[in-house]
C-alpha cells in the first residue's frame, strides 16, 4: 500500500459499497429450454467523503493547535500517520514531486505535497472546499 493510499484509508475512502442482489422471478411454468437472464447485481453508490468535518473535529479534539488546512506535518498528525521527513519525502516521490522541491529547503516540498494531497483528495472524492484546491 503506497503512502497516499494509507491517507485515503485513515479518511474512510476504498471502504465498498454493499451490493444488494436481486434475483429473477421465474413463472412457474417455464419452459424447459428457456433460462432467465441473470439479474445484474443493484449497487449502492458511495457517497463522498466528508473529509473536511473530519478533520475539524479531529483537529478540535487535539486542542486546535494543528493545522491541517495550511501544513502537510499537522494534516499527517491528524491522520495518525508518520509525519517525518523520511515519511514525507516518500510521499513526494509517490505523488512525482518536482526534484528541485525535494533536496534542501524542505519548506518547498512541504507546500507543494500539501496542496497535491488536497487536491488527490478531492479527486477521489473528498469534500475540499474550491479555495483550499
Known amino acids: 500500500m503506497g503512502f497516499f493510499n494509507k491517507i ?18 421465474q413463472p412457474a411454468t417455464a419452459p424447459a429450454e428457456a433460462t432467465p437472464a441473470p439479474a445484474a447485481p443493484v449497487v449502492q453508490a458511495i457517497a463522498e467523503v466528508d473529509v473536511v468535518s473530519q478533520l475539524e473535529a479531529k483537529a478540535k479534539a487535539a486542542g486546535g493547535k494543528l493545522n491541517w488546512k495550511t501544513s502537510i506535518v499537522d494534516l499527517l498528525k491528524l491522520l495518525e500517520l508518520d509525519s517525518s521527513l523520511a515519511a514525507r519525502k516518500e510521499l513526494a516521490q509517490e505523488l512525482n514531486c ?35 484546491l
Not at 485515503?8 to 422471478?25: H, V, W, Y
Open 98 to 132: 518536482p526534484a528541485d522541491k525535494i533536496g534542501g529547503d524542505y519548506s518547498q516540498m512541504n507546500i507543494w505535497l500539501h496542496k497535491e494531497v488536497i487536491k488527490k483528495i478531492a479527486e477521489n472524492g473528498g469534500n475540499i472546499p474550491k479555495e483550499m
Open 8 to 25: 485515503l484509508a485513515a479518511l474512510g475512502f476504498g471502504k465498498k459499497a454493499e451490493a444488494a442482489t436481486t434475483q429473477a422471478e
